[in-house]
């Protein structure tokens, strides 16, 4: 690596990675819920029609949320069992949702038919196979995959890219799952180049992860399959789609724009695995690789878990708090969610549940703005944070999405260097949501 | 301890999680701390009314600020804006002003400057350099008698800072010199010699130029240590609490313009002013480096900075130069102060998926 190693332009930070904690450790199997709470809306868009009701009795991976609309996604009963009731609940994200609640009962059905020839299927074949097994993006923003595989005639597909970047820190169930399941990353990837032809296929890793980089090299050469592996400077938020772009392509999507227009689609490794095993193992999308981890837990592990399987189960399974926790949070620290209750279901878009510390999650004096500029500089997307707060602490929501409210993905950085601490990302949350209702 | 299945206690807060470890009290905190070097200086230079000076400056910033804050109900002394103004303040008073100067600029800078606009972060210039400023108009004698070096016994020893020796003495000036530190040689400028125990500096720092990088002259409390100043910045520039944007525009700016026209008063060329006189002598570096950099009265953006220490730049020349004072940086800096929400808006930086002008 003697070159300089690509990366994206201005602004972002290099926060400390904590990913010593857990990226070691093989992925272990979480034990079966003897409960499983299965949300019906796990991905960007509209919840899934429920099918069940209360006494029915369901198999491991029985259609149970059929999408409703294009815009939705299928949900499938993670464990087999007996529906107890429909129940409404609260995702770690704070949205209420209804959640089908699986008591655990009977036996798992081991069809063992082994793997399925996916290789004379043509593209719109393997496009409703990854749609019926409800395949969303798992690296966080859930957004269904068969709409970003629903490619346009007019603008054939470029470029695509594999996002193995995962720039959060202390997250390392991506790194695992590319160490440990790296072959069937590359059938996964070979299912997807068939759905849609780009011309190249990149695969996007930050350096931190050279034993991931190694293995995926070596099993790439082994298949002589056509990918490039590029080697990424460590930066956060390198793995937001938008920015992995920049880094690869050198070319930003358009403000309000999709990859596609520039001619990229972009995927999770979690996800192209998700899309293999759905694909090639006949398996709906009912388990995820999600990070335990953190300074106030007693042994941080990386867990293939069911979805559905609640939060407080997993600390358990990690021998519970080894100090006060002072927040637990779904996701990674930059973007996740702090959770409240422990019995929040893990879902298709949890990548990690995190136990910081007392010390890490104090509240801090907040004092005024100083006007410092970090955050303009920290902004990875040309914003100006601290103006777009002052807009929306004045409720002049319609000034804030002038001065580009809309372009920001919330990612953190400008609340993680503020000097003043001032909540930003709350209030480009709340500024969105104000100016939704009022537009 | 908390069961991981039942009870939690633990905070609900919006993302991100994880913070860098910066606050507004340790950026205040550090900028005081690299400027103490500068004050230690001069107050052994002029002695330990100078301390005094600074410390009433500190004591009121601080009350004033405690009075005005608890009438609105609050208490911001915790964020050390209003010590780190004080002490500015004390470090642009000339050492032997009366002590109710400094609380006047106090009161000022504090009252009227920062707490009547809002407090923290809603001035739009910078306290301290108000104050002095409104202090020179008001009690130009007393802010333009400056105290000979290393005089402590005597009180009545006074002399001109070098650039108000040269402005004054220009005024009747019909011959040529080869520049400021020539004409202050020939007109037989007094310079003390430092004590025995600094006398290894002296010669390591030979001969006028050498006087002033030490600071072995006349001026304000906390301006004269160049050598100090400059170490202090560099902390801070390591530590990113000051922008490098800001100094090197101005004091860029500035060293070109005088190289270009500093030698003309003096009956010089073209290209020929006395770029390291014109740094050393008088507050560009405390300006520059501790004043202009004020974040709240300076742009947000990168290219706003430059914007701003360019002006604040070509103002101090301006000033120096063709103006009636001797100095400007404090007009200067205030001056480019009132401009910082245009610069701001001028400058928002291109939001990401738009396209730049010119490009694809």
Redesign the interface.
């Known amino acids: 690596m003697a070159h300089k190693l690509r990366t994206f ?2 602004g972002g ?1 290099h ?2 990675e904590f990913k010593f904690f857990t990226n070691e450790s093989s992925i272990r199997n979480a034990p079966i819920p003897p409960e499983a709470v299965i949300p019906l809306q796990q991905h960007m868009g509209a919840p899934a029609e429920c099918l069940v009701e209360a006494g029915d009795t369901v198999r491991e991976g029985m259609l149970i949320g059929k999408a409703s609309g294009v815009f939705s996604a299928n949900v499938h009963s993670s464990i087999p069992g007996k529906v107890k009731e429909i129940r409404d609940i609260y995702l770690a994200t704070g949205m209420p949702c209804k959640a089908v609640v699986v008591e655990f009962e009977g036996e798992f059905e081991r069809g063992d038919n082994g793997p399925l020839q996916w290789q004379d299927k043509d593209p719109r074949e393997l496009l409703d196979l990854i749609r019926e097994q409800g395949i969303v993006g798992m690296g966080g923003a859930t957004f269904p995959t068969p709409i970003k595989f629903t490619t346009r005639e007019a603008s054939p597909v470029e470029t695509f890219v594999i996002n193995g970047v995962e720039c959060e ?1 202390f997250l390392t169930a991506d790194h695992r799952l590319m160490l440990e399941k790296t072959a069937g990353i590359l059938e996964g990837i070979e299912i997807v180049r068939r759905v849609l032809s780009p011309r190249s296929v990149l695969f996007g890793v930050e350096e931190n992860k050279p034993d991931a980089i190694e293995a995926l090299g070596r099993e790439i050469a082994r298949r002589s399959a056509d990918i490039e592996v590029v080697v990424l400077k460590t930066r956060y938020p390198q793995g937001d789609e ?1 920015q992995l772009l ?1 880094a690869l392509t050198g070319r ?6 999709l990859p596609l227009d520039i001619g990229a689609v972009v995927s999770n490794v979690g996800t192209v695995y998700a899309i293999y095993e759905a694909v090639a193992l006949g398996k709906p999308l009912i388990e995820r690789i999600v990070t335990v981890t953190g300074p106030a837990l007693k042994n941080p592990a990386n867990f293939k878990v069911r979805i559905g399987t ?1 939060v ?2 997993l ?2 399974e990690c021998g ?2 080894s100090a ?6 779904a996701g990674g ?8 209750d ?1 019995g929040v279901p893990v879902v298709k878009g949890t990548s990690g549940i ?1 136990v ?1 510390s007392e010390k ?2 104090k ?3 907040q ?8 955050c ?2 920290a ?6 944070p ?2 777009l707060y002052k807009w929306i602490e004045h409720r002049e929501y319609q000034e804030a999405m002038t ?2 409210l809309m ?1 920001c993905k ?1 990612c ?2 400008c ?3 503020c ?3 001032i ?1 930003l ?2 209030g480009m ?1 709340l500024g969105k949501q104000m100016a939704r209702r009022k537009g | 301890m908390a069961d991981v299945k039942t009870t939690w206690n633990a905070r609900v807060t919006v993302s991100p999680h994880l913070h860098e470890g910066s606050s507004t009290a340790k950026i205040m905190i550090s900028v005081i701390a690299c400027l103490l070097p500068a004050g230690v200086w001069g107050v052994f230079l002029f002695g330990l009314y100078s301390l005094y000076v600074i410390l009433v400056s500190i004591a009121a910033c601080v009350l004033t600020e405690f009075i005005l804050a608890r009438l609105l109900g609050r208490f911001t002394l915790n964020d050390w804006s209003a010590v780190l103004t004080g002490l500015l303040i004390g470090y642009n008073m000339p050492p032997s002003v009366p002590i109710y100067l400094p609380v006047i600029a106090s009161v000022f800078a504090i009252g009227v400057v920062k707490m009547a606009f809002g407090g923290l972060g809603r001035n739009w210039m910078n306290p301290a350099l108000a104050g002095r400023v409104f202090l020179t108009f008001s009690w130009t004698g007393f802010m333009t008698t400056w105290k000979t070096p290393l005089t402590w016994r005597s009180d009545a020893v006074t002399s001109a800072t070098v650039l108000g020796y040269v402005k004054s003495g220009l005024v009747d000036f019909q011959g040529t010199a080869l520049g400021p530190v020539e004409f202050l040689a020939s007109k037989g400028y007094p310079l003390p010699d430092l004590p025995g125990f600094l006398a290894p500096l002296g010669r390591l720092f030979p001969g006028r130029y050498g006087a002033l990088f030490l600071g072995n002259i006349p001026g304000c409390i906390g301006e004269v240590s160049a050598v100090l100043l400059l170490l202090g910045s560099i902390y801070l520039l390591v530590k990113k609490i000051i922008s490098w944007e800001i100094p090197v525009s101005y004091i860029g700016s500035f060293a070109l313009l005088i190289w270009f026209l500093g030698g003309r008063p003096f009956g010089a060329g073209l290209f020929t002013g006395d770029v390291l006189f014109h740094l050393l002598a008088g507050g560009l570096v405390l300006g520059a480096l501790y004043m202009a950099t004020d974040m709240v009265s300076s742009p947000l953006t990168r290219s706003g900075m430059i914007i701003y220490g360019v002006g604040a730049g070509f103002l101090t020349f301006l000033i120096r130069i063709y103006g009636s004072f001797p100095e400007g940086v404090s007009l200067a800096i205030i001056i480019m102060n009132m401009f910082v929400p245009l610069i701001n808006r001028m400058t928002r930086p291109v939001v990401f998926g738009y396209v730049k002008e010119g490009k694809e």
């Open positions: 332009g201005e930070v926060p400390h820190p938008k920049k930003e999507v358009p403000s309000g724009g609640p407080g189960n600390l358990e519970g708090f006060s926790p002072g927040k637990i949070v620290p930059m973007m996740g969610f702090a959770v409240a422990p995190l910081l890490q999650s509240p801090v004096l004092t005024p703005c100083i006007g410092c500029g970090r303009v500089s902004c990875p997307f040309g914003l100006s601290t103006t001065a580009g372009d919330e953190g950085c609340g993680y260097v000097p003043a601490h909540p990302i709350q949350k």
